[in-house]
């Protein structure tokens, strides 16, 4: 017999004999698909046994609702995306005129406890191209620590060597950043007025790149595209990195072109003097005063340019808890602008696209308090929806998935091929870290959100700055370092529980859901651990050492 097929097998013609495995292959496989398929997505065997209820309708109906909200974020930023290609037409990038005799300029500089960095700030803006008689440079310091004399030594430097800047010390910090902005102005002289925070390097040609756009009677601000001195400094950093770009890249871009509100970012920005009076002048009553002031002045009619072709470089955050801090006071800041702004956006007389999108722009941290409800429902939403079957879950629970989360990869991944079209690719290394440090923002943004909510006041916390440039550089001061609390143990407990989730959907077999899962657990668990072993475990990149008491030396 086996002689026998084998002759029989060897009596076929060559075509045919190739082709016998991979017919038997292909039967296999879609006999195997099709088990699978009916196992999985036709299968009955709770048919009958399982009928919907009360407490599940009351876990559904939320999850459900959660799901689709965010969905609505997230096909937001595919918009963006859409506005910033389609719009490209509309994108200024240079005045219709210039200004036959420059203007006066005011320059402030708000700096808090900034030792490390004021004297690279003032070297910065020592180089400034533009007529010193044209120049008014103002220090605001609100410092309670050595700075005020590490600042107010380099200005003395910088003002014997002609420099026309003067130094302004307030022994309280009312109204905060705001509140210094708002009393420099009292002695400005400037009919304009450039902002620089203290981790910033304008370069040289900042000002003549920019000042003619006001030759236009109704531009009332032009913001500049921030980048990163340290941008490689740290796996933390690179993610942040990609985050900021993402929003300067396609946000301001795409609003811009759109001709919809987009915001000063409370620096590396010029503003018309003008404007900022006719607005209400800076209040302090939200922790986003730059957004705030912005909206107020689009909604008197002044309108606003964004430069992406000009560069500010700054430094990120290199602690995961400065991050964090920055991140909360954003959040906070943007839902208290929201509650007091969009009742005069929506009520103004504003074309349609621009209230949805003031809508989208003010309540995005939003998200932060649905994705922690969603953390909640998602287990129990899991096993009801594995008795209701798999079918349902393929057809309603991913596509509302990806909607929600494969949204935010591909807005930076765009955001990463326009800045760098030969190596934008590097930055699929770090879309799930940038993903996962989304969710892990959850607890502390939450937070905040809920404090702006319900009109709890806090201070500025002001993001610590070290002048961590390169990965020899160290944090130089640990009393600048902020603690947590309690906040990080949440996050590792919360981390926990979706590995119980990864767990459960392995149990059952439910694959497809295991890549988001995942996101969940490295997102709170990263967050979690960075920071409570921040400045004590080398491999994270950050080091630490006794704080500097003595002035850096000023270079020229």
Known sequence: MRLQSARFQSDQPPCQMSLLPATLVLFFAQRGFTQYFRQHFLDTTFKGLYTANAFDMALLIPYFIVLILLASYGLHRYTLVYLYYKKRKNETTTPAQEFDDLPRVTIQLPIFNEQFV?????????????????????LL???TDETVNVASGVVEHYASQGLPITYLHRTNRAGFKAGALHEGLKSAKGEFVAIFDADFVPP???????????TDPKIGMVQTRWTHINRRYSFLTEVEAILLDGHFVLEHSGRAR?????????????????????????????LTEDTDLSYRAQLKGRKFIYRQD?????????EMTAFKTQQARWAKGLIQTGKKILPRVL?????????????YHLTANMSYPLMVILSVLLLPAMVIR????????????????LASTFSISSFYLVSQRELFPRTWPRALLYLPVLMALGIGLTVTNTIAVLEALIGKQTAFARTPKYRVETKKDVVRANKYRKRLGWVPWVELLIGTYFALTVYYALENENYLTVPFLLLFVVGYWYTGLMSLLQGRFSGLGISSAEAHTKPFPVGV
């Open 386 to 401: 594995f008795y209701q079957g798999w079918f349902q879950m393929l057809y309603i629970d991913i596509p509302l998935f």
């Open 141 to 143: 310091d609100d410092s």
């Open 310 to 318: 000009v560069e500010c470089p700054a430094e990120l955050p290199v």
């Open 258 to 286: 759109h001709k919809v509100f987009f915001n000063f970012n409370g620096t590396a920005g010029i503003w018309r003097r003008q404007a900022i009076d006719d607005a209400g002048g800076w209040e302090h009553d939200t």
């Open 118 to 138: 004021v004297d690279r700030l003032l070297q910065a803006i020592s180089r400034i191209e533009y007529p010193h008689e044209r120049l008014d440079i103002q």
């Open 347 to 359: 009520k103004s007389d504003q074309p349609f696209r621009v209230k949805v999108e003031a809508w």
């Open 204 to 214: 040289p040609d900042f000002l003549l790149k920019t000042i003619h756009h006001f």
